[in-house]
């Protein structure tokens, strides 16, 4: 159950999911353009997961999503590719609901100094701009460590891609064959 408390803080938390299937890039803010089909068709496979994942933590959120799939499809989808990206980030780094909550919480005390900034006297403003100048730094390093784990997500998973793609060659004959006999006979239906 631990590993989904990100679903607790993805939902709570409007800004962190963003408008659907938009999610932020990795390392500068922007926007995804729409999900890959190919994407699309790997939630489809996983749907029925996803949703219990998302039903069990976040009841509302479900039927949020379950009003969408009724009324915009192509929303519910996009909606549902975020979700499971969130889902595969935790997988991956358990740790990342907790370390995304605290940045979060940093990001909203930085901009609420800022936001009060200019009504403060010059001495309060130089206090003011000293702390945020520490809660920025704090922040700095908290997302370059997200950023290092990242780069050893996508390491492993580089790591396991090219054992796969080994693996493969190695039953090519095997591979083609299988391919070519399930072309040729189509499916069995009993």
């Known amino acids: ?7 607790a803080l993805l939902f709570a938390v409007p800004a962190l999911a963003g408008p659907p299937g938009l999610a ?3 390392d500068r803010g922007e926007r995804r353009g729409p999900p890959s089909p190919e994407l699309i068709d790997k939630v489809k496979d996983n749907e029925v997961d ?3 994942v998302v039903k ?3 009841p509302g959120r479900y039927e949020q999503l379950m009003d969408t799939k009724r009324t915009d499809e192509r929303a519910y989808w996009r909606q549902m590719v975020h979700v499971a990206r969130m889902v595969d980030r935790v997988k991956s780094d358990p740790e990342y609901p907790q370390r995304n909550m605290d940045m979060h919480l940093l990001q909203k ?9 200019d009504d403060l006297s010059a001495a309060d403003q130089k206090t003011a701009y000293a702390e945020m100048e520490v809660l920025t730094a704090e922040l700095f390093e908290m ?14 998973k580089l790591k396991d891609l ?11 004959e095997d591979k083609i064959k299988e391919y070519l006999d399930t072309m040729v006979r189509g499916r069995v239906d009993l």
């Open 1 to 7: 159950m631990r590993n989904f408390t990100f679903l």
């Open 24 to 26: 932020p890039s990795a």
């Open 50 to 52: 996803i949703l219990m």
């Open 56 to 58: 069990e933590n976040d």
């Open 109 to 117: 005390q930085i901009k609420e100094k800022a936001r009060a900034y």
């Open 143 to 156: 997302k370059q460590a997200d950023r290092r784990q990242r780069i050893e997500e996508l390491q492993r």
């Open 162 to 172: 090219e054992a796969d793609i080994e693996q493969r060659e190695e039953n090519k």
